[in-house]
């Protein structure tokens, strides 16, 4: 069966940002600061899902589930929410890196549409909390939406009697003409129990650069109220594009492509090369009159021009 949490409840797994080794008050395995020094997040940890209207569905726990003396994970979340190693291919390259799991991207751009681990982040001796995602410093891609995810228990000491808090997201800029931070945008609120904002970055966030340094905040307001309640530390980011140097060649022609590609491709080679040697057949031809002369007698000079004495 699936562990079902109700929506005020949704939370996002905390950030390596200690050096204490346990991390997540619910339970010392769900996430902890490894030997290597990088987040892991254990299989267990529970999961938020994110619909097509892009709102927070439902919160999934994995248990373990033992079948025919085999333990397998049942509802298990998706690999990049978890995995701490990685293997891609860039060129041809094949590169294995470990690590913390990547910062969590919406599989629709679209709609939003995706899942992140949630976490517990309360703030004690942590510089950034709620936060949770992005990481502190992380490079983000333009073309890309990532989750801005953050603890809503963090926000519950505001939302006394019948009042909503409300989570709008900041974004700003370090001016390379001003050197000085200048706003980039303000996003509309949603609610804090939302835990989550996804954030769609474009070129414009580059200000006309390939790097821009930025930093995201989170600003509380309650709802219907102008007045900000309070605010977080700003995280630093990186948003970035993907160079040329970092994409992926062009696929090469395979199966039916390939089968009509080629063909034409020769056609067209030997079309050419016969009407090159047409042409220059034609050109290198001598007409033998040309060369001969225009009297099988000769020129006899003054006396033909003349007429004679």
């Known amino acids: 069966m699936r562990s079902v949490t109700p929506l005020l409840t949704l939370l996002t797994l905390p950030l390596a940002t200690s050096t204490t080794a346990t991390l997540h008050r619910r339970g010392s395995d769900d996430i902890t600061l490894s030997e290597e020094g990088y987040t892991t997040v254990a299989p267990t940890a529970p999961w938020v899902t994110i619909n097509d209207e892009g709102q927070p569905a439902m919160t999934v726990t994995p248990s373990m589930a033992t079948v025919s003396g085999t333990s397998t994970l049942d509802h298990a979340a998706p690999h990049d929410l978890t995995a701490s190693v990685y293997t891609w291919v860039t060129w041809g390259a094949v590169t294995t890196s470990t690590g913390a799991p990547p910062n969590p991207t ?7 549409q995706g899942a992140f681990s949630r976490c517990y982040r309360d703030g004690k001796g942590d510089d950034f909390a709620p936060f949770c995602r992005p990481l502190v410093n992380s490079s983000l891609l333009t073309g890309t939406t990532y989750y801005v995810t953050w603890d809503p228990d963090y926000y519950k000491p505001l939302a006394t009697g019948n009042t909503t808090v409300e989570i709008a997201i900041r974004l700003d800029y370090l001016n390379q003409s001003t050197d000085t ?4 945008d303000t996003y509309d609120r949603v609610p804090a129990r939302w835990g989550f904002w996804p954030l769609r970055l474009t070129d414009a966030h580059l200000k006309s650069q390939r790097y821009n340094n930025a930093t995201i905040t989170l600003l509380a307001y309650s709802r219907g109220a102008d007045d900000e309640r309070n605010h977080t530390a700003a995280l630093p980011v990186t948003f970035t594009t993907l160079g040329v140097d970092d994409m992926a060649p ?5 199966g039916a492509t390939l089968l009509v590609a080629l063909p034409v491709a020769l056609g067209c080679f030997f079309l050419v090369l016969a009407g090159l ?3 220059h057949r034609q050109t ?3 007409n033998l009159g040309n060369v001969m002369g225009r009297s099988r007698h000769g020129y006899t000079g003054r006396r033909e021009r003349g007429g004679g004495f």
């Open 106 to 112: 919406a599989v629709d751009k679209k709609t939003g």
């Open 181 to 184: 931070w200048t706003k980039l």
């Open 250 to 254: 062009p696929p090469v022609p395979r």
């Open 277 to 279: 040697f047409f042409w």
């Open 284 to 286: 290198r031809r001598i």
